[in-house]
Every structure is written in structure tokens, then in C-alpha cells.
């Protein structure tokens, strides 16, 4: 077959398709394969170019965003300019994702460093679906709480662990 064709016949395998990406996000691993395939025509895919802002410190927080490809700094920029780097996020990670169950302001500002592809969820496309498939919005809050609350308990054990360090001194004094 002329390679020029090939391209337009050939069909994507699961791992380049956005059902099983999304299924391999946390949030999402309790879905079905008919609700993944749902979940695609919720999620808006958004391109971003080398070093732009996805949203600053501050903005309105109306949903997540899931990396599908490139990298994403997420940082706080302190009065004097400087910034300070909190993480660095590679396809599968994701972020913003406490804006889904309740609108706040971001808590820090995040960049792109390279050309990435980022999947948007949004609140208010969540809570349609929670009207039109109530057993997908449940599975995915369920998969929500399950994340946020890894993550307090993971913060919980950090605090505690530098309340230790902080009374106690660095190690062998």
C-alpha cells in the first residue's frame, strides 16, 4: 500500500486511543468501555504551545485538565517576580481537579514548557451529565473523592512527618 494511503486506513490501536487514555486516569478507572467512550464527548481538548499559561494563580477554577501529551509546571510566582516550581507533570498526570466539585480560585498558576495536548473537564459538563448519566457522574465523583482523599491523607502523613523533623532536630543531634 502506498505509505501516502496508509495512514487514513489504518486504525488506531487502544493505547493511541483517548477511551483508553481516559481509563487510565485514576479518576476515570472505574468506567466501562461505553461509559469511557461517554466520557470522550465530555472532555475538550486544548492545545497549548511552548511556555503559555494555561491558567494564573488566582483565576476562577471551573474544572480539571488531564496532560495527553507534553509537560505542565505548575508554580507560584511570589510579589518579588520569582517563581517557585511545585510540580512538573507528564502525560497521565492530571490537575485542577477539586474545581470539579466546587468552583475556587486556582491555588497556583501552570504553564506549559513544551508543545502539549491538554483534556479539559469542566464542572458545568459534569454536572449535565450528572442529569443525563447519573451512573457515569457517580463513578466519576466516586473516583474524585477516592483521589482527593489519597492525596489528604498522603498531605497528613507529610505534616506530621515535619512537626517529627521540627522538634526533634536533624538527625543524630
Known amino acids: 500500500m502506498n505509505p501516502l494511503w496508509s495512514n487514513i486506513f489504518r486504525k488506531k490501536t487502544d493505547e493511541e486511543s483517548l477511551s483508553y487514555f481516559l481509563g487510565k486516569v ?9 461509559e469511557l467512550a461517554s466520557l470522550e464527548e465530555l472532555v475538550h481538548p486544548r492545545h497549548y504551545d511552548p511556555r503559555e499559561t494555561v491558567f494564573e494563580e488566582g483565576d476562577p477554577g471551573s474544572g ?19 517563581e517557585e516550581e511545585l510540580a512538573l507533570l ?9 474545581t470539579l466539585a466546587a468552583p475556587a480560585p486556582r491555588t ?43 492525596r489528604l491523607q498522603a498531605a497528613g502523613l507529610e505534616i506530621r512527618r515535619l512537626k517529627t523533623a521540627a522538634t526533634t532536630g536533624p538527625a543524630g543531634e
Open 26 to 34: 485514576p479518576i476515570f478507572a472505574d468506567l466501562g468501555t461505553r
Open 90 to 98: 507528564c502525560p497521565g498526570d492530571f490537575f485542577g481537579e477539586t
Open 108 to 150: 497556583a498558576s501552570a504553564r506549559s514548557l513544551d508543545h502539549s495536548e491538554l483534556l479539559g473537564l469542566f464542572r458545568a459538563d459534569l454536572l449535565a451529565t450528572t442529569q443525563k448519566y447519573p451512573t457515569i457522574a457517580s463513578k466519576i465523583l466516586m473516583g474524585l473523592t477516592r483521589v482527593v482523599s489519597e
Open 64 to 82: 480539571m485538565y488531564l496532560v495527553r501529551t507534553g509537560h505542565i509546571q505548575i508554580f507560584l510566582r511570589h510579589g518579588d517576580g520569582t
